[in-house]
């Protein structure tokens, strides 16, 4: 009985603390009388828009480091492969050594100012110490250059081109220069060339920016001037200057694996749309119509090539189709973000054509050993591709710029200012930096070192070997 009475009391008391926590529960719906329904629904509204921001900047962000990645892999594995099969087999590992090597150097070269030159705030010919060692230069975004992405994403993508720019020359002067002199050419090159190219093109009130306070407003979505014109007009002077290979052009200089260069070359187009769509700085619309022009270029410039020298010779070769494809890469390159894709196969035809002529003819007629046709496909298409973005940019696909079709017939104007001062800073600055070097260190390697190969001569070591074990 008395068991019964203390769970009866329990039960009862259990009963009256549900009741009394009820009763202190506003009843359902209190809160939003209370409140205006406006300040709840402005509340969800920034809330949405806060996530929707956060979304953006995650998606533009995997983007970006994914085209970091790409661009990198054009240099390494792709152009070290694309180069390295079109050389003699003895200096296959010194090619591609070349291009390994300049993704390391010209890494701790950018951290240390190569970013801070570029991008920093400077005067219109050149960027400031503001980022030296990468100071301030943070997990934020840059409003300046994009407001979606941190900073040191843009750094490192920006870096990716900063490496792939010197290496293209290293086809010009293939087979004969030193390593070391390669070393110390290619970081003051880098100093005196690229870095000042890239600010006045790209960087903060830049003398060629069209975006932050250019004096005259170059299109250059991607690097024509900046990346394509300087490598490849200073490939012309290296050869040039360093002079022809032994035998140049008497004996045969056949490359020894076209397939070697033709996985290379495959490789190069795969990434170009890091190298394009990614100077969209984000993952919208205007990546895709860089990523759309990029290959419908590309691929036009195939056929261009491909052809033209069919009718001439008969045979469509492989190699002319894998060159063919990085000229019509080149060539759409500083027009990728402002053309449509009608405009980007008239572009991608005519570099085709006009580069096949520039290998075929006309460095025949002049007799300059550019070994691997740096200037020829980089030098000439990247100076094609920058005027006809003067022609053919659409305010359609990008509101930054117009070109002569449209009516601003000064576009045009603008487009061949940057050429020519690309075109004078390589020629200038190259020239300075190849007599210095000659004159310290040396530039070119001994006659028998050349014919023993860079391989042996320079690294002690052999690409192939045809020994069969015992």
Request: aromatic share 10%; proline share 4%; net charge neutral.
């Amino acid at each position: 009985m008395r068991k019964s009475l203390i769970l009866w009391l329990l039960m009862v008391f259990f009963a009256m603390a549900v009741v009394r926590s009820a009763l202190a529960q506003p009843p359902a719906g209190a809160e939003s009388k209370s409140a205006p329904s406006s300040d709840s629904q402005e509340s969800r509204l920034v809330r949405l828009e806060q996530q929707a921001a956060e979304a953006k900047s995650s998606a533009d962000n995997a983007w970006m480091l994914t085209s970091s990645a790409l661009v990198l892999m054009m240099t390494g594995p792709g152009l070290a492969l694309f180069y390295g099969g079109l050389v003699r087999k003895k200096s296959v590992l010194g090619t591609m050594m070349q291009s390994f090597a300049l993704m390391a150097l010209v890494t701790v070269l950018w951290a240390v100012v190569g970013y801070s030159l570029c991008f920093g705030r400077g005067n219109s010919l050149i960027g400031g110490f503001e980022n030296v060692l990468l100071h301030n230069v943070t997990t934020q975004p840059d409003a300046d250059y994009s407001a979606t992405i941190p900073e040191q994403t843009f750094m490192v993508y920006q870096l990716m081109f900063a490496i792939i720019t010197p290496a293209l020359i290293t086809g010009a002067f293939a087979e004969r220069m030193k390593f070391s002199a390669m070393v110390l050419f290619m970081t003051m090159w880098s100093i005196l060339v690229y870095f000042p190219m890239a600010h006045m093109v790209w960087g903060k009130g830049g003398l060629l920016n069209a975006t932050l306070g250019g004096r005259f407003p170059t299109l250059d979505f991607a690097g024509g001037t900046v990346v394509h014109i300087t490598s490849g007009v200073s490939a012309l002077v290296c050869a040039l200057y360093l002079g022809k290979r032994l035998g140049y052009p008497h004996t045969p200089m056949p490359p020894h694996s076209v397939v070697l260069s033709f996985v290379g070359a495959s490789l190069l187009w795969v990434g170009w749309f890091g190298f394009n769509a990614g100077s969209a700085l984000g993952s919208g619309s205007l990546a895709t119509s860089a990523f759309v022009a990029t290959h419908f270029g590309a691929a036009a410039a195939v056929v261009g090539w491909t052809a033209t020298e069919w009718l001439r010779g008969g045979k469509p070769s492989v190699l002319g189709a894998i060159s063919g494809a990085v000229a019509g890469l080149v060539a759409i390159t500083p027009a990728s973000g402002f053309v449509t894709p009608m405009s980007a196969l008239i572009i991608g035809l005519v570099a085709g054509v006009f580069c096949y002529l520039m290998v075929a003819k006309v460095k025949a007629r002049f007799g300059y050993d550019d070994s691997l046709d740096a200037f020829g496909v980089h030098g000439a298409g990247g100076t094609i591709g920058a005027l006809l973005t003067g022609i053919f940019a659409a305010k359609s696909v990008n509101s930054l710029g117009s070109g002569w079709l449209e009516g601003n017939v000064g576009q045009l104007g603008d487009q061949a200012i940057g050429v020519l001062i690309a075109w004078g800073l390589a020629i200038v600055g190259t020239l300075i930096i190849l007599f210095i070097v000659d004159k310290t260190i040396g530039l070119r390697v001994s006659e028998e070192q050349e014919t023993q190969g860079l391989d042996l001569s320079q690294h002690g070591e052999e690409g192939y070997s045809w020994e069969v074990p015992a």
